[in-house]
């Protein structure tokens, strides 16, 4: 029963490239979020998706960074014009429903980006 | 808005010993809360969650916490350490209400375990 999937592990991209993160849910999980943490920091909520829905966003950089769940295949985060700043490790979590309280997230290994 | 202080970033104990990681947190109604466990190159996996059951909640691998309302806080503790235990420690809170699904998590919290 294989857990979030999260892919690639690392990622080094050059400062103004693009970089493309992906994440496969849990089976039988329809609801994603996507968590930056920075060195020595906690994880910071960036967005949570469903099928085809961007539910909440409010944790998303204003640019550069954009986030889908395509109604077949994984959700993609998105980061235009990388900057050094963007150095982080990038977490994917599911979950059945968007209830935390009987059904909580499950995580996937992290994508560790580091921008040269 | 809600908030999570981890106070001491690293933690060390003795093999055998007692483990106290310590969490306290900031919010205008009472909130669910979790601990979470990192080990390197990981992701995070769930150790526990209080969500207004029982005060004290058991997790796994011999961990429990304690939610004291009256201190905001929501400390972890197991009895006697072992050494597959050093890891990171994360405590998160979430809004009992509408936006549950948003986990606001501390600093995090090293526990190294010495034989």
């Known amino acids: 029963n294989a857990g979030v999937m999260q892919n690639p592990r690392h990622l080094v991209r050059r400062r103004g490239q693009e970089a493309r993160l992906r994440c496969s849910p849990m089976k039988g999980h329809s609801h994603v979020y996507w968590y930056r943490q920075l060195p020595e920091e906690g994880l910071k909520f960036m967005v949570y998706?469903?099928?085809?829905?961007?539910?909440?966003e409010s944790g998303m950089p204003k640019e550069r960074f954009s986030a889908e769940f395509p109604k077949e295949g994984p959700s993609i985060l998105r980061i235009q014009q990388v900057v050094r700043g963007d150095s982080a490790a990038y977490f994917c979590?599911?979950?059945?429903?968007?209830?935390?309280?009987?059904?909580?997230?499950?995580f996937g290994d992290g994508t560790r980006l580091s921008i040269l | 808005a809600q908030s999570v202080t981890q106070l001491g970033s690293h933690v060390s104990v003795s093999e055998g010993a007692l483990v106290l990681l310590r969490c306290n947190y900031s919010?205008?109604?009472?909130?669910?809360l979790f601990w979470y466990v990192q080990y390197p190159n990981q992701g995070l996996q769930l150790l526990l969650k209080y969500t207004s059951a029982a005060t004290l909640v058991k997790g796994i691998n011999g961990f429990e916490a304690e939610f004291k309302k009256s201190e905001t806080s929501f400390h972890l503790t197991k009895p006697s350490a072992h050494m597959s235990d050093a890891a990171e420690y994360f405590c998160a809170v979430s809004p009992s209400g509408g936006s549950n699904y948003k986990l606001t998590f501390g600093k995090g919290t090293l526990l190294t375990v010495n034989p």
């Open positions: 919010s205008s109604v009472p909130p669910y």
């Open positions: 998706l469903q099928k085809e829905n961007i539910i909440d």
């Open positions: 979590a599911s979950s059945p429903s968007g209830q935390v309280s009987n059904q909580p997230q499950h």
